[in-house]
């Protein structure tokens, strides 16, 4: 609890959702959202960026369905640094199902800094 308040970096905005599209895939688009972290703090930190996606059976999501454009963010004193993360829901073939998953950010001491949970709904089942 402590630390989570002396935090200086925050995710500006709660959970991101891309959508729940129909089934079948063939007109799928790629889906992309912002994430923007604020540095409440004096000094500039500098954040390691990591993806993790589940499905609701825990394994993994299919390689390239969640991706960010940037591992690693400066935010500066005072400032803001934003990334994306897009879901393709066109890679993984036969891959159905409902996908969960969070952007954890650390500094670069490896401390978390903040972890906004993401909740993903990107690929139904078979059925519409």
Known sequence: MARAIGQTVVAEQGPIGFGRPKWPHTDDEPVTKEITYRNLGTEPVVLDLAIEALGVD???APEGMFE?????????AGGT???TVTADTRVGGEA??????????????GRT???????????????T
């Open 58 to 60: 825990g394994g993994p």
């Open 68 to 76: 960010m454009s940037s591992r690693q963010l400066t935010v500066a």
């Open 81 to 83: 640094a934003s990334t």
């Open 96 to 109: 159905y199902g409902s996908y969960g998953g969070s952007v954890t950010a650390a500094s670069a001491d």
């Open 113 to 127: 800094r903040c972890a906004p949970p993401s909740a993903w709904s990107a690929r139904p089942s078979r059925t």
